[in-house]
């Protein structure tokens, strides 16, 4: 290569980084004007909606409740088949459950079927204690 290739390779290389330069102080603006930007949305946002607040603070307090330990081995023991808890719940649902199961039998034989009130309430009262004890502590009744 001669003399002169060196100094033109050199001039390029001048204008390369010249442009480089320029592109880095652009960036630089954009990102003290994004900078900018993001703190005025988010002290818009600190002055919001009451709403979100208020749902903050509940997560908050809920979370806190969820985290003492008592509630959180009694979730978990709830949640798993053969537990003590698990078991209880069953059975609390499964009473409910036959109750609520025998006066609907009990409305359907009365007002759809049309029988008597004594028939019903004795057909009911018998299908209530297979029901009720069965939810209750059977599972294949369930």
């Known amino acids: 290569m001669t003399y002169t290739s060196h100094i033109m390779a050199f001039f390029e290389l001048i204008c390369i980084a010249s442009k ?10 954009e990102k ?3 900078i900018k930007i993001s703190k005025k949305q988010k002290t818009r946002k600190r002055f919001g909606h009451v709403g979100v607040k208020i749902q903050v603070a509940v997560r908050k307090v809920i979370k ?16 798993h088949d053969g537990s003590c808890e698990n078991y209880m ?7 409910i459950s036959g109750f609520i ?10 007002f759809q079927l049309n029988f008597k009130f ?10 209530g204690c297979i029901l009720t004890i069965g939810l209750a502590f059977s599972s294949t009744v369930r």
């Open 20 to 29: 480089i330069k320029k592109l880095k102080e652009n960036l630089a603006e």
């Open 101 to 110: 199961l025998t006066y609907i039998f009990f409305t359907f034989f009365v």
């Open 118 to 127: 004594t028939t019903a309430t004795i057909m009911c009262s018998i299908l």
């Open 89 to 95: 719940l069953k059975s609390i649902f499964g009473f």
């Open 32 to 34: 003290t004007d994004a």
């Open 64 to 79: 806190k409740i969820l985290n003492c330990c008592c509630l959180e081995k009694f979730c978990y023991r709830v949640r």
